[in-house]
DNA sequence: GAAGGGCGTGAGAGCGCTCTCCCAATCCTG
DNA sequence: CAGGATTGGGAGAGCGCTCTCACGCCCTTC
């Protein structure tokens, strides 16, 4: 099994190694009997082009990041599989490849380096912490990154995010819809935007709302829902900013005695695994992951062609799912 | 923003390239005061090497891939994070990305390119279809790859899989030691190993369970446990193949007014994250899936260095974790 | 003190590709 | 039909790195 170089091909297309790289390229001027020669010659010997070679002298790796959190804060989240999906379909089409970095110690720092020496040609963040100084970094460097999710604070970043707000609102106007009367909501962490909008937008839109606090985990639904029934046992319609939350607060409710949606509504925000494992199956939020991460991908890109080209933030609307529970 | 290369880090040392790159390839004979210059001019320089030449001069990519079946098979599958974070903690260290690929039209012919023109070392296959050539292939072809579970057919192909008989006799040993009398087990799909040895596993601890098939979907538990307690109205222990499927059959044994664990046992397998998300929490068998995902990485990995090594499979054992469902 | 053996170092040849010249051939225009 | 404009193709210079090879130095040994 030896390797098949350009220098072969062109031997055997009896054209100079330039033609068959035009060739391979896509090249606009190539005479047509030549071309067709050289296409005989890549089938006929097999040829595939080495990537490292190429990369060298192109100063592109044809290879994108996607940056996460370490398994325990990626456990709390349904979503990797679909946002490789969605970056995958943008991406794969071009022989770009997706190289996944879990969180650990050292992680960005490796990204950032990655970046630098050329091996990445860019860098997809999920869920940073907005502590992080890493985003920053990486955009006074100049180096192609893109969000997932509004940024905590404003900066020149590209991100694409769901309106969360929005996405809020409608789960608001589904549990007034519905009849409720009394209505409360549990937030998720109030220092993530995620967590800041989905409350904003539902009290924007029930503003009386009874609030109680969670932090996204499912763990902290049960607590939540727990103390939210103690101090206003006649709540009838709630909206959990998570369906993880809501995975757990409505055993909690059944444990009570209270059936769902029968005597509470209840209305998540994802549409992850969870809304589906939950019993009854969650009313929920549903973000579009895939394509928000195709359009993830999409903005790296054209990063990545365009170095200079402004931050842009690209905001997609959520919309409500009707199951059982609300 | 300019590029360092090796010849500047030398030429600012004040010795060759070639030492500078011994230097940074940390070989063994270079003088200490020497080995001290380069090291000082690196840091100095702010040199990273550029992976695209290293690449082409010693033919590694420093790169592996991690095949995996498409998002609509993977959102039943909750182990992706963990397949991940294990492959990671292994690879990371050594400077190897790792590159995600999901099964699409070509993908697999995509890898098998990537692998012989150089851009991946070695590829982990995941959920690979029985009836899929390219193992097949990729073995003939002599190029490093590992199965993450058991082949259907016996192949001279490096594997590391869970010891699924015993993590089936575990749940029938326990289902035996709650006393239950009459025992039931609803199945995985019998045309992949894992289906095959979960019920032949559970059956030579419980010669006489009553056996419903399933196909690992959420639905299909939903189905077989509706089936089952028709047929079978007085099970009080059934072992469902998998957490998804048992996440669907415990609201089933609820509807028709079964309390679990109390008046039927449920014992799951995967402790994925559906054992959670049940209500009573999934009494299950655990996978040490990121140690299973970590050997898998070190099985490619010496594959990768020592190409002519012979084909290995490595086997984990399972536990029962006991919850609340049986 | 001369000859032999290490060991550390530098020179230089590539790895396979792209891309910029530059030249030759063809086409158009006056 | 001559001159310029246009176009296609080839030669060759690198991209940044590793690694072989040969050389020089120092230490040993007789």
Not at 115 to 129: E, S
């Amino acid at each position: 099994m030896k390797r098949v170089t350009l220098e072969e091909v062109a031997r055997v297309a009896g054209v100079s190694r330039a033609t068959a790289s035009r060739v391979v390229n896509g090249a606009s001027s190539v005479d047509e009997s030549l071309r067709h020669a050289v296409q005989k010659a890549i089938s006929s010997t097999g040829y595939l082009p080495n990537i490292a070679a190429r990369s060298l002298v192109t100063r592109r790796a044809a290879a994108i990041g996607l940056l996460l959190p370490d398994e325990h804060r990626m456990n709390g989240d349904p979503h990797l599989a679909s946002v490789v999906s969605g970056v995958t379909r943008v991406v794969r089409p071009l022989g770009i490849h997706l190289v996944l970095m879990m969180t650990g110690p050292g992680t960005r720092a490796q990204a950032m380096s990655d970046l630098r020496c050329g091996r990445l040609d860019g860098v997809i963040l999920v869920h940073t912490d907005p502590a992080d100084p890493v985003p920053g970094q990486l955009i006074a460097a100049g180096l192609p990154v893109v969000l997932a999710g509004r940024p905590l604070k404003p900066m020149p970043i590209t991100y694409v995010d769901v309106n969360q707000t929005e996405g809020a609102a409608l789960a608001g106007r589904r549990l007034k819809a519905l009849q409720c009367r009394r209505i409360a909501t549990i937030t998720g962490p109030q220092d993530t935007p995620a967590g800041q909008d989905r409350l904003a937008g539902f009290l924007a839109e029930v503003p009386d709302a009874v609030v109680v606090h969670g932090d996204f985990t499912r763990q902290s639904g049960i607590t939540a829902m727990e103390k939210l029934i103690r101090c206003c046992p006649d709540v009838d319609g709630v909206f959990v900013a998570s369906d993880l939350m809501a995975n757990g607060a409505i055993p909690v409710l059944h444990r009570s005695g209270r059936k769902v949606p029968d005597d509470v509504a209840v209305v998540g925000f994802d549409d992850s695994s969870a809304a589906l494992t939950s019993e009854p199956e969650l009313t929920t939020v549903r973000q579009p992951i895939t394509d928000m991460a195709a359009e993830m991908a999409r903005q790296l890109l054209r990063q990545i062609t365009e170095p200079r080209s402004p931050a842009t933030a690209v905001v997609f609307e959520p919309s409500l799912v009707v199951r059982d529970s609300g």
